[in-house]
């Protein structure tokens, strides 16, 4: 076995890191190591320390589980592109399978500490690693529910660690945004839990909140500070944001749930809002409660247009739009909840 580093040249020649920009390929290339085998050689073995995966430069990987008979029972056989061994990045156990070269191949191994720095200095590029993660998640056979299972949990954190890095990185472009996702999402649950919702629709709302401006990604600088009403080709773009999140998001099985608030928090009540002006109850209800929240908390901070309103006037304004704007049960959840949320919000916000 042969170990080195990888150029960024190097990288630029594999299909997942083809269209990446320059800064993310020296980062990968500043952590990975690049590993060569000879055929039949033992890349990892089952129960062995499990804190690197790999993704297949050139060659065939064939994985196998050992059963208690002693026999090998096949699983898979990865080929170029592919990943494996990445349970390692939210299971610290030992592996659950053994990997083996079936023909000279060279692979590209990152650890779990190495994952952690591009979560930190690149969350965008970790964020497509654990897309590449989720769909094969989906597509795995049923030979390996039970691993995937108990990794379940661990997948969750690693979203929801990914997600935060990548909306710290938004909104650090916007001074006046910053901490609202999260003020967001806070309120989001908690008109969640007076309706009652499922610890499932729970997950997704939280996990929508967190992303549901994640469209704007592409957005210049001058259109997030402008101060100025913003021009007609302007507004066109903001209201493109909820379906560049959907595309963002809609190959990441994992992540399924959480589109109809991206994609719907702008829809109004009586089909007066966009991208599909859509109406009453035929709006997600993810979408309506996501819409509620992300008001409130816009009003009562300063955007770079105006002043925040204080918090009673924007109680207000939700109960005069209930039923043009906004969902008449769903404000009616947010004024109930608000007298136990008005102290936690404040302390986000001063925070």
Not at 92 to 121: C, Q, W, Y
Not at 267 to 287: F, S, V
Not at 292 to 297: G, R
Request: proline share 5%; with cysteine; charged share 30%.
């Amino acid at each position: 076995m042969i170990r080195y580093k990888p150029s960024a040249t190097v990288l630029r020649r594999m299909d997942f890191f083809s269209g990446m920009p320059d800064e993310h390929l020296r980062l990968v290339a500043g952590v990975a190591r690049q590993r060569r085998f000879r055929a039949g050689q033992v890349v990892v073995e089952e129960d062995s320390a499990a804190d690197t995966f790999f993704i297949i430069r050139s060659g065939k990987v064939r994985i196998t589980k050992r059963l208690e008979t002693g026999e090998e029972m096949f699983l898979a056989e990865e080929c170029e592109g592919a990943f494996f061994g990445e349970i390692a990045l939210l299971d610290e156990g030992p592996r659950s399978a053994t990997a083996r070269a079936i023909e000279p191949t060279s692979l590209l191994e990152i650890s779990r500490n190495d994952f952690k720095v591009l979560l930190d200095k690149a969350p965008t590029l970790a964020f497509a690693m654990l897309r590449v993660l989720s769909g094969r998640q989906r597509s795995t056979d049923a030979r390996r529910v039970a691993d995937l299972e108990r990794s379940n949990q661990e997948l969750k954190m690693a979203y929801r660690d990914t997600i935060t890095a990548l909306v710290n990185t938004l909104e650090a472009r916007d001074p006046y945004t910053r901490g609202h996702t999260g003020r967001v999402a806070t309120i989001a649950l908690a008109i969640a839990d007076r309706l009652r919702l499922s610890e499932k629709e729970r997950e997704n709302i939280e996990f929508g909140a967190l992303l549901h401006d994640v469209g704007k990604i592409g957005w210049t600088d001058e259109i997030l500070n402008k101060h100025e009403p913003l021009d007609s080709s302007e507004y066109e773009d903001i209201q493109e944001h909820p379906v560049k999140g959907r595309n963002i998001l809609s190959s990441i099985a994992y992540l399924e749930g959480v589109i109809p608030c991206v994609l719907y928090h702008h829809e109004h009540y009586d089909g007066g809002g966009y991208p599909e002006h859509l109406a009453g109850a035929d709006i997600p209800l993810p979408g309506r409660i996501i819409s509620v929240a992300d008001a409130y908390d816009a009003m009562t901070t300063n955007r770079p247009y105006r002043r925040a309103l204080p918090a009673r006037r924007a109680l207000s304004e939700l109960r005069k739009e209930a039923g043009k704007q906004f969902d008449p049960k769903v404000v009616r959840a947010f004024l109930r909840e608000w007298p136990k949320l008005y102290p936690q919000l404040k302390r986000m916000s001063q925070g």
